[in-house]
């Protein structure tokens, strides 16, 4: 081993990304602990709350419910966005202008506003003036978003999927683009079939580009709100209310601040903890390349 | 095994090419017998590479036919062509061992494993790594990797042709001796027929029983390391095979005699009228530095070079290389060079003129 030199003083160069991070993230994260540990009834005065919060929201089924809905919304849409994307782009023509063409062409879904997403699909699901909707109902199929539970989240998936497959589909292009062709002709000499080209040459050299997809949809998914919210507003019911939806009900509908507080604590910490794990198995994935 | 025969072969990398300055690589005849071992010599660009990619299939070129023992497989798929190439930067399967990277093309052919098993052993033992045969190819050194892309070439025993793109440019210098040794051991257990591109004269000339010189998309000369040597038939072979290049100098050529501003060069061989650019060629060899004999020259230069002196000089204007002997004294009184007059060549528009007597 080499000695190395230990220079604490090199810390010092961290300190204005820290103070950015401090005025972008801790400062106001911190102000949502403040609430989280206390209670007021109006008028700016607060009392001491301690854990209570926590407590309360930890035995309310309502947020165990609203996880389990968002694990399986973003467990679904994963499932389908990741092999779907990489399907598309191993599909998308390699070079030249249809290259091009095709680049644009999915990159179109990406560039369009949240709210303008969940309003086109909220159009065209409906039974009475939407395509999709009317097309589905005069098939005769029972589709009707704001009634039909299996029909909303039907309805959401397939939006987010239209949505953001792209993005996976152009990660996975990047990382498909960037394989020199002598891996293909080396292939081709050792007669390797198109699975195994995919299997031992593609899917490797991909395999840092596509945890970072898993990892971006993952962690947008699991925040998701406008979309779902313009389509369904949380319904029917609750059964579309996740996470996030559940929050700001709870939050501005119900001017719940300390148990909405706690709520938002716990949201940020399994966010995290998910994504912590998620990264490191797939690092360790990555180094034993099983 | 095969003799692999090009027949009127040409390519272009354009859909529709004008001109011959269109085509990668120009038209081309010939035969490669089955067994030899062949080394395809050029500068960078030259079309080794398109060659070489349109044998094994991976580019199907844009006019005539290659024919494996007569068979054309001008239009056949790589895998039925029964090849195995090796390509300039390692290529190997990250997720895989040492092992399973070497017994892939194998695998792939449906060989059973103790068959398998046995040929990797002995390719492990030729490339030398037997200890990492159970280590996964990832993370290993650009040397380590392409040391694996020659295994998986060399791996299969019933491959018609061994093609090699040149394979050794990522690899240290003294581990580039030891497996250009293994792959001539190769060729001279199994007698494959081996094609080896390089821009290396040196691995070309060690490397081959003939090497096939290419310049500009067109093959200017196929022969043995001594014919490239005495009797380039291309400008450039003089100048490429060799280290200095040939010396070549526009002259005047009458009878056994060429003339160089007024000076007479003795050529030991008679010519024919000779029309076009012409000039001759001397290997900086066959030249030789003295007091008194032959024509004025200006010394710039003495390079050392360890086993021989390399002298820059000037002859009318124009650059000339001289070797002279490690033991050489070369005085500043030396100023006149003469050539060995057997050993000039004469072309005519870069292309060696066959001089009268000489079997064409």
Same mark, same amino acid.
């Given at each position: 081993?080499?000695? *190395?030199?230990?220079?604490?003083?090199?810390?010092? #160069? /961290? $300190?204005?990304? +820290?103070? =950015?991070?401090?005025?972008?993230? !801790?400062?106001?994260?911190?102000?949502?602990?403040?609430?989280?540990?206390?209670?007021?009834?109006?008028?700016?005065?607060?009392?001491?709350?301690?854990?209570?919060?926590?407590?309360?929201?930890?035995?309310?089924?309502?947020?165990?419910?609203?996880?389990?809905?968002?694990?399986?919304?973003?467990?679904?849409?994963?499932?389908?966005?990741?092999?779907?994307?990489?399907?598309?782009?191993?599909?998308?023509? *390699?070079?030249?202008?249809?290259?091009?063409?095709? #680049? /644009? $062409?999915?990159? +179109?879904? =990406?560039?369009?506003?949240?709210? !303008?997403?969940?309003?086109?699909?909220?159009?065209?699901?409906?039974?009475?003036?939407?395509?999709?909707?009317?097309?589905?109902?005069?098939?005769?199929?029972?589709?009707?978003?704001?009634?039909?539970?299996?029909?909303?989240?039907?309805?959401?998936?397939?939006?987010?999927?239209?949505?953001?497959?792209?993005?996976?589909?152009?990660?996975?292009?990047?990382?498909?683009?960037?394989?020199?062709?002598?891996?293909?002709?080396?292939?081709?000499?050792?007669?390797?079939?198109?699975?195994?080209?995919?299997?031992?040459?593609?899917?490797?050299?991909?395999?840092?580009?596509?945890?970072?997809?898993?990892?971006?949809?993952?962690?947008?998914?699991?925040?998701?709100?406008?979309?779902?919210?313009?389509?369904?507003?949380?319904?029917?019911?609750?059964?579309?209310?996740?996470?996030?939806?559940?929050?700001?009900?709870?939050?501005?509908?119900?001017?719940?601040?300390?148990?909405?507080?706690?709520?938002?604590?716990?949201?940020?910490?399994?966010?995290?903890?998910?994504?912590?794990?998620?990264?490191?198995?797939?690092?360790?994935?990555?180094?034993?390349?099983? | 095994?095969?003799?692999?025969?090009?027949?009127?072969?040409?390519?272009?990398?354009?859909?529709?090419?004008?001109?011959?300055?269109?085509?990668?690589?120009?038209?081309?005849?010939?035969?490669?017998?089955?067994?030899?071992?062949?080394?395809?010599?050029?500068?960078?660009?030259?079309?080794?590479?398109?060659?070489?990619?349109?044998?094994?299939?991976?580019?199907?070129?844009?006019?005539?036919?290659?024919?494996?023992?007569?068979?054309?497989?001008?239009?056949?798929?790589?895998?039925?062509?029964?090849?195995?190439?090796?390509?300039?930067?390692?290529?190997?399967?990250?997720?895989?061992?040492?092992?399973?990277?070497?017994?892939?093309?194998?695998?792939?052919?449906?060989?059973?494993?103790?068959?398998?098993?046995?040929?990797?052993?002995?390719?492990?033992?030729?490339?030398?790594?037997?200890?990492?045969?159970?280590?996964?190819?990832?993370?290993?050194?650009?040397?380590?990797?392409?040391?694996?892309?020659?295994?998986?070439?060399?791996?299969?025993?019933?491959?018609?042709?061994?093609?090699?793109?040149?394979?050794?440019?990522?690899?240290?210098?003294?581990?580039?001796?030891?497996?250009?040794?293994?792959?001539?051991?190769?060729?001279?257990?199994?007698?494959?027929?081996?094609?080896?591109?390089?821009?290396?004269?040196?691995?070309?000339?060690?490397?081959?029983?003939?090497?096939?010189?290419?310049?500009?998309?067109?093959?200017?000369?196929?022969?043995?390391?001594?014919?490239?040597?005495?009797?380039?038939?291309?400008?450039?072979?003089?100048?490429?095979?060799?280290?200095?290049?040939?010396?070549?100098?526009?002259?005047?050529?009458?009878?056994?005699?060429?003339?160089?501003?007024?000076?007479?060069?003795?050529?030991?061989?008679?010519?024919?009228?000779?029309?076009?650019?012409?000039?001759?060629?001397?290997?900086?060899?066959?030249?030789?530095?003295?007091?008194?004999?032959?024509?004025?020259?200006?010394?710039?230069?003495?390079?050392?070079?360890?086993?021989?002196?390399?002298?820059?000089?000037?002859?009318?204007?124009?650059?000339?290389?001289?070797?002279?002997?490690?033991?050489?004294?070369?005085?500043?009184?030396?100023?006149?060079?003469?050539?060995?007059?057997?050993?000039?060549?004469?072309?005519?528009?870069?292309?060696?003129?066959?001089?009268?007597?000489?079997?064409?």
């Amino acid at each position: 081993m080499q000695q *190395k030199t230990v220079n604490n003083k090199a810390w010092f #160069l /961290v $300190l204005p990304v +820290l103070l =950015l991070v401090a005025f972008s993230a !801790v400062i106001p994260l911190m102000t949502v602990v403040n609430y989280s540990v206390q209670d007021t009834f109006g008028n700016n005065v607060f009392f001491w709350a301690g854990l209570d919060w926590f407590r309360e929201m930890l035995s309310d089924e309502r947020m165990w419910d609203a996880l389990q809905r968002q694990l399986f919304f973003s467990a679904t849409i994963l499932a389908i966005e990741v092999p779907l994307g990489i399907f598309v782009a191993l599909n998308m023509p *390699k070079s030249g202008f249809w290259s091009s063409f095709c #680049l /644009v $062409l999915m990159s +179109l879904p =990406l560039l369009i506003p949240w709210n !303008v997403v969940g309003t086109i699909w909220q159009i065209f699901g409906r039974v009475d003036i939407g395509l999709l909707g009317h097309t589905l109902d005069a098939l005769g199929i029972d589709y009707n978003y704001t009634q039909n539970p299996v029909a909303a989240w039907a309805t959401i998936i397939v939006m987010d999927v239209w949505h953001w497959t792209s993005l996976v589909a152009l990660l996975a292009f990047a990382g498909l683009k960037s394989i020199p062709d002598a891996y293909y002709q080396a292939a081709k000499i050792d007669q390797a079939s198109r699975w195994k080209v995919f299997r031992y040459i593609e899917l490797p050299k991909m395999s840092g580009v596509l945890m970072i997809a898993i990892l971006l949809r993952f962690m947008d998914s699991f925040m998701i709100y406008t979309e779902p919210f313009v389509v369904t507003g949380g319904g029917p019911g609750n059964a579309t209310t996740l996470l996030s939806i559940d929050l700001v009900k709870m939050a501005l509908g119900q001017f719940d601040l300390g148990p909405a507080a706690a709520f938002s604590i716990m949201y940020f910490l399994v966010i995290l903890l998910i994504s912590w794990v998620f990264y490191t198995v797939m690092t360790n994935l990555d180094k034993k390349g099983v | 095994m095969a003799r692999i025969t090009l027949d009127n072969l040409a390519h272009s990398y354009l859909p529709r090419p004008a001109g011959p300055e269109d085509y990668a690589l120009k038209e081309l005849n010939y035969d490669w017998e089955d067994g030899e071992a062949y080394a395809l010599l050029g500068a960078s660009g030259c079309g080794k590479s398109t060659l070489l990619n349109i044998i094994s299939g991976l580019l199907i070129p844009s006019q005539g036919r290659v024919l494996f023992d007569g068979q054309d497989v001008t239009h056949a798929p790589t895998a039925e062509r029964n090849i195995a190439q090796v390509f300039q930067f390692p290529v190997v399967y990250d997720t895989m061992t040492v092992h399973d990277n070497l017994a892939f093309p194998l695998r792939n052919r449906g060989r059973d494993e103790a068959y398998v098993a046995e040929r990797v052993q002995e390719i492990a033992r030729m490339i030398g790594m037997e200890e990492m045969l159970t280590r996964r190819a990832q993370g290993l050194g650009a040397d380590a990797k392409q040391k694996i892309s020659l295994g998986r070439g060399m791996v299969r025993k019933d491959v018609n042709a061994l093609l090699f793109d040149e394979p050794l440019t990522v690899i240290d210098p003294h581990m580039k001796w030891e497996l250009r040794t293994q792959l001539k051991k190769l060729h001279h257990d199994f007698g494959h027929t081996m094609i080896y591109v390089t821009h290396d004269q040196t691995e070309a000339l060690t490397f081959a029983d003939k090497v096939v010189v290419m310049h500009d998309g067109r093959v200017v000369q196929i022969g043995t390391p001594d014919e490239l040597f005495e009797r380039p038939e291309h400008t450039f072979v003089g100048y490429f095979i060799g280290s200095p290049g040939m010396n070549i100098l526009p002259a005047k050529i009458e009878g056994d005699r060429a003339i160089i501003d007024g000076a007479e060069i003795p050529l030991g061989r008679g010519y024919g009228p000779v029309d076009g650019k012409v000039e001759i060629g001397i290997r900086p060899e066959f030249a030789r530095l003295s007091a008194d004999e032959g024509l004025p020259v200006t010394l710039r230069r003495v390079e050392d070079a360890g086993r021989h002196k390399i002298i820059r000089a000037e002859l009318f204007g124009h650059d000339i290389n001289i070797i002279a002997g490690e033991d050489a004294l070369i005085g500043p009184d030396m100023t006149r060079v003469s050539f060995d007059a057997r050993r000039v060549n004469v072309y005519a528009d870069d292309w060696r003129v066959t001089p009268v007597g000489e079997a064409a």
